[in-house]
């Protein structure tokens, strides 16, 4: 339970940290601030959780120069954002993000620039801040780690039921 707990907060802190991120990377390209919004009501943004996951589990240890680091976190990302984006859309027949406005887009689910971002926020994640977070997490004693993630996981989940249905509706 203890490690699964490490796994869920984990997935919550990268999922807050993608959003923030996502809304500096806006400020920086399009010169307006937005707030971390997304599906869900909460300010976290789970795609970035799941690919902050997935890109510490294939690429930490694998990539040992930073441009096959930049390289494939930019390719798993997108991979993975193209996916997510076509699961919505035929979910919940609406799509969240649509980047047909922007050049080097693909059927207006990913961008170039999106992916070169990804490709950034790989390199700093495997390099940077997951050691970090993994250090800070791994001080948490097994209790206290076992409740927080637990009820934060109920949290979510209430937002994620809340969430669908007024999509659904």
């Known amino acids: 339970m203890y490690v699964i707990g490490r796994y869920i907060l ?24 937005y707030g971390i919004h997304g599906f869900l009501h909460l300010p976290i943004m789970p795609i970035y959780g799941f690919g902050a996951l997935l890109i510490v589990a294939v690429m930490r240890g694998r990539a ?7 390289l494939g976190g930019a390719l798993l990302a ?7 984006n076509w699961l919505i859309e035929i979910i919940f027949h609406t799509r969240i993000w649509d980047y047909s406005h922007k050049a080097f887009s693909f059927d207006g689910r990913v961008s170039l ?3 070169i ?9 495997v390099y940077l801040i997951h050691p970090f977070v993994w250090r800070a997490l791994q001080r948490i004693p097994k209790q206290p780690t076992i409740i927080i993630a ?16 007024e999509r659904l509706s």
């Open 64 to 70: 040992k120069h930073s441009i096959l680091l930049f």
């Open 113 to 115: 620039d999106n992916s």
């Open 78 to 84: 997108t991979m993975l954002e193209f996916i997510a």
């Open 150 to 165: 637990t009820l934060l996981l109920a949290i979510v989940l209430v937002d994620i039921v809340v969430s669908v249905i």
């Open 117 to 125: 971002g990804f490709g950034i926020a790989a390199v700093l994640l």
């Open 10 to 33: 984990l997935f919550l802190i990268y999922s807050f940290l993608g959003g923030l991120g996502e809304m500096i990377f806006r400020l920086i390209t399009e010169r307006q601030l």
